[in-house]
Every structure is written in structure tokens, then in C-alpha cells.
């Protein structure tokens, strides 16, 4: 069975700063890691996936995240945040090769201070 | 081009009722999902179809809720003898085959009175 865990359902930071947003995961087999961005009332935009290739990937928007498997962590960082990244932060993992189902963390609500 | 399109975007009913769900995905995308997220909640699987068929719905909660896609491209989720536990936002994905990015719709909001 896989799970992911995103640790604080609430990440608050000041325009400008670093964002971290952490994820750990639990799979039997190698996963694939995705990271979702949900803005109000609009559906799930992917932020960027990690395949198995370069464990550093980057993706849209000026965000990375690191693929760390003795940690079994997926965490989503940006150096500086904006005030357009304000919504909630999904972490999810797949099954061998990214097949079928997504299973989801709980979500991060990111608030960006000015 | 056009993304994943649901309808409708939000449904009111009473208990008891029944409700349908329509999802269109990307054209030419043969893997379709669905899934459930209640407030403050990450969403949950609750099927997968390949083509036509129903590859794996062992998140159905119930035998209330089945799916169909009939044609291998609009899909909908029927929901039987609603109850207030299934208010939710249903999200419905797609990709081009089941090992890709999966595309996600801007989902139904359904309340359940």
C-alpha cells in the first residue's frame, strides 16, 4: 500500500521568502512523486513529477522538489516566494511507473504575507 | 486545446435522490479517474477506467456510486439514494495512457441537503 504525509496543513511566509513544503511518502515499490497546486475553486494543476530519472526536478512557476529515498521525503521548495502562490499544496504518489491511481497527502495551505 | 471539462459545476439535492456527474476528458485520452475530495481533505481514488472498462474501482465507497463509459471517452458517475456524508467536490482526471500526467477537471461540487 502507499501513503504520503504533508507535514502542516498550514505553511505561512513572507513575500519573498523561502517556501518549504514537506512530504514523506510510504510505498513498496518505486514510486512516481507528483506535486498538485489547487487555487480556489479551480481543479488541480500539476506543479512537477518525479519519474525515477534526476532525483532533483524542477518545475513550473519557480518550484523544485528533491527526491530523497533514505528519507522516503518529496519536499517542494521555492527561493522566493510570491504573492501568486498563495493556495493549497498537494503531494501525491503513484503506483510502479506511474500507473493508475494517485493517492493524495491531506494538502498544505500556503498564506503569503506582504 | 480544451482541457477536462465537468458538468455540472455545482448540484444541490435532497437525500435520498439520485444524482449524475459528467466528466469529458482530454480527446484522445484512454485513461480516465475519478475521484472524491471532502472539505479539508486531499482527494480520494475512486475509479479508473482504460478504454471502455472499469480497470479498478476499489475506491468506490458503496454500491450506491458506479460509473460508466460507455464509448471510451465522456464518462459519468451515478450516484444512488444520496446521503449528506457525499458532499464533496468529484474531481475527474485524465491522460493518454494509463503511465502519463494525469489532467485534472475543475470538478462538481455536490451538496447533499
Known amino acids: 500500500a502507499q501513503s504520503v504525509t504533508q507535514l502542516g496543513s498550514h505553511v505561512s511566509v513572507s513575500e519573498g521568502a523561502l517556501v518549504l513544503l514537506r512530504c514523506n511518502y510510504s510505498?513498496?515499490?518505486?514510486?512516481?512523486l507528483f506535486w498538485y497546486v489547487q487555487y480556489p475553486n479551480q481543479g488541480l494543476q500539476l506543479l512537477l513529477k518525479y519519474t525515477s530519472a534526476a532525483t532533483l526536478v524542477k518545475g513550473i512557476n519557480g518550484f523544485e522538489a528533491e527526491f530523497k529515498k533514505s528519507e522516503t521525503s518529496f519536499h517542494l521548495t521555492k527561493p522566493s516566494a510570491h504573492m501568486s502562490d498563495a493556495a493549497e499544496y498537494f503531494c501525491a504518489v503513484s503506483g510502479p511507473q506511474g500507473a493508475q491511481k494517485l493517492v493524495f497527502g491531506q494538502g498544505t495551505r500556503l498564506t503569503i504575507n506582504p | 486545446g480544451a482541457g477536462v471539462s465537468q458538468t455540472p459545476s455545482n448540484k444541490v439535492t435532497e437525500k435520498g435522490k439520485y444524482v449524475e456527474l459528467r466528466c469529458d476528458p482530454i480527446s484522445g485520452h484512454t485513461a480516465l479517474y475519478w475521484y472524491r475530495q471532502s472539505l479539508g481533505q486531499g482527494p480520494e481514488f475512486l475509479i479508473y477506467?482504460?478504454?471502455?472498462?472499469?480497470?479498478?474501482d476499489s475506491g468506490l465507497p458503496n454500491d450506491r456510486f458506479f460509473a460508466v463509459r460507455p464509448e471510451g471517452s465522456v464518462s459519468t458517475l451515478k450516484i444512488q439514494r444520496t446521503e449528506r456524508g457525499d458532499s464533496a467536490v468529484y474531481l475527474c482526471?485524465?491522460?493518454?495512457?494509463?503511465?502519463?500526467?494525469?489532467?485534472f477537471g475543475p470538478g462538481t461540487r455536490l451538496t447533499v441537503l
Open positions: 482526471a485524465s491522460s493518454s495512457d494509463p503511465t502519463d500526467t494525469q489532467y
Open positions: 510505498s513498496s515499490v518505486p514510486p512516481y
Open positions: 477506467f482504460q478504454g471502455t472498462g472499469a480497470a479498478d
